[in-house]
């Protein structure tokens, strides 16, 4: 059995119990590797057991952060590699250990007392083609100037869904549910469902309201605006511009994340933290 750890930066004490971990594997016996990024604030580990997440080929990572760390590990990584999460973030809806049950919970992982949660993922094509990363919580259209709107069309399944003026439009994951797209007004998806939000950013009009589609739909962005710029951004981790002309389609894609999980509790997880967040 392989092991990858990745902490999160810019915590110290995220990076001493990197250590400890791969110090604790590699004592149980384990191959264990650490990404370039965490020995490069951390420069303890072993240069040998040291790789790039792109280059990362194990059974299990143990990352030790909070979102943003695990949505590093998944715009990084190639393959569909199960993550177990520990959570040195702030709410950690994607991570399920507190760092005091980190050994107790990898313990039961080399144990094999686990499962594996799949979630959802997004891919985007521009002019057809996919050359940005898959979404793990969602995929969102932005205005390129602040306080300036954008003019948006959007269809789902080739039918005009809505046309909406506003300053972005959010096309989310159940898994994403709980982040961007909440705080524009879209609902918690319970993770089990296989649907998407699309969630317009401040429209104009009120009648534009969030919806939920099919994870199957097929979604098309055109936009209206051709006077300015706008901006692509996927999970709060990859940022690109758009012209006014691109064709954007959005998919469910074939890949999927894989969480470690011990529990199969929904409720009332997910909502406390929710209400502990807003």
């Known amino acids: 059995m392989k092991f990858g750890v990745v902490a999160r930066r810019d915590k110290e004490a995220a990076l001493k119990l990197a250590y400890r971990v791969y110090d604790f594997l590699r004592v149980s016996g384990f191959e264990v590797f650490v990404d370039t990024e965490t020995h490069k604030h951390f420069p ?15 059974d299990f990572i143990i990352a030790i952060g909070g979102d943003g760390t695990i949505l590093r590990i998944e715009h990084r990584t ?12 702030t709410l950690g809806f994607l991570t399920e250990v507190e760092p005091n049950e980190a050994f107790f919970a990898i313990n039961k992982l080399i ?20 050359t940005v990363p898959d979404a793990l919580n969602e ?28 300053d972005g439009l959010i096309i989310s ?7 961007y797209a909440m705080s524009a007004g879209g ?14 950013l401040a429209p104009i009009a ?11 739909s097929k979604i098309d962005i055109r936009i209206m605006t051709l006077t300015r710029n706008v901006i692509l951004a996927i999970d709060g981790q990859f940022y690109t511009y758009l012209s006014p002309e691109v064709e954007i389609t959005i998919k469910k894609s074939p890949r999927k994340t894989k969480f470690v999980r011990f529990s199969r509790e929904i409720y009332p997880k997910y909502t406390l933290k929710i209400k502990k967040k807003f």
């Open 187 to 200: 609902p918690f998806l319970d993770p089990r469902i296989d649907g998407v939000i699309i969630a317009p």
């Open 78 to 89: 190639k393959k569909d590699i199960p993550i177990l999460g520990i959570n040195m973030g």
């Open 139 to 166: 995929v969102a259209i932005l205005t390129g100037i602040p306080g300036k709107i954008v003019h948006l069309k959007y269809y789902v399944d080739d039918g005009l869904a809505d046309e909406v003026r506003s």
């Open 44 to 58: 303890y580990f072993n240069e040998e057991d040291v790789i790039p997440l792109e280059n990362m080929d194990v």
């Open 173 to 179: 994951t159940p898994t994403g549910s709980t982040g």
């Open 111 to 130: 144990e094999g007392d686990y499962y594996i949660d799949e979630r959802i993922k997004l891919r985007t094509y521009l002019n057809g083609e996919n």
């Open 206 to 216: 009120l009648s534009s309201r969030p919806m939920v589609v099919p994870a199957t």
